[in-house]
């Protein structure tokens, strides 16, 4: 069965520091991952696909697929990226999300 | 550029009500979806439709009713409202199957007191 993990729920980090967001899944073909960021009681905005291989506010993922991992990075985490980051899998069209992980970054 | 707009963004209803979030497209995406947002949950799929006048269920379906008529309207309804579905709903839209990802709604806050 398909399935996306995010294992932290919150994840504190200062300004300037480096942030990771782990991501793994379990999806039986070729996985197409997404991150999604929602700030303060906003809609769910597009981060990043990894076919695209962008680069979007100095995020970037990449796909291991021997570890079945998509893992969001940062090298400098700003206060502007305090908010909640889903990692999303598509499945035949449609998307499953994990559980979300809240970042606080605190100057 | 509207994208997709869901009405009403707050709505508080009585348990065992009728209620109908709406949703609509200003494109002419194929695809759309309903998702409820929960702490601990994640999102989770209602229903969602392929094109007008093919819907089909979600992860978590039950109590919900969709429809879709127009290309550009996806309406769902809850046809007896439990404490249960207090939740955030969101709408989205996709062209095709690729891996596009979805563009959202702003969603609706619903309390059922």
């Known amino acids: 069965a398909q399935r996306v993990t995010q294992p932290e729920k919150l994840l504190s980090v200062f300004k300037g520091a480096p942030v990771e967001l782990k991501c793994n899944y379990s999806?039986?073909?070729?996985?197409?991952l997404f991150w999604y960021v929602q700030y303060s009681r906003q809609r769910l905005q597009l981060l990043l696909r990894?076919?695209s291989r962008e680069s979007i506010k100095g995020f970037t993922a990449d796909l291991n697929k021997g570890e079945t991992s998509f893992h969001l990075k940062k090298p400098f985490a700003q206060e502007e990226d305090s908010a909640m980051y889903y990692c999303?899998?598509?499945?035949?069209?449609?998307?499953?999300f994990g559980a979300g992980t809240q970042v606080v970054v605190t100057p | 550029d509207a994208g997709i707009t869901q009405s009403p963004r707050y709505k508080i209803t009585e348990t065992g009500r009728q209620v109908t979030l709406m949703c609509h497209q200003t494109?002419?995406?194929?695809?759309m979806f309903w998702y409820r947002q929960d702490l601990g949950h994640g999102l989770r799929l209602i229903y969602y439709?392929?094109?007008?006048?093919?819907?089909d269920k979600g992860e978590v379906p039950d109590g919900y009713v969709v429809s879709r008529s127009k290309t550009e309207n996806f309406p769902l309804t809850l046809e007896s409202a439990t404490r249960s579905q207090t939740s955030v709903y969101f709408c989205?839209?996709?062209?095709?199957?690729?891996?596009?990802?979805?563009?959202f709604g702003s969603g609706t806050r619903l309390t059922v007191v």
């Open positions: 999303a899998l598509d499945s035949w069209g449609k998307l499953q």
């Open positions: 999806y039986s073909g070729s996985p197409e």
């Open positions: 990894h076919i």
């Open positions: 494109w002419s995406h194929s695809y």
């Open positions: 439709s392929a094109a007008a006048d093919i819907t």
């Open positions: 989205a839209a996709q062209p095709g199957t690729g891996a596009y990802g979805y563009t």
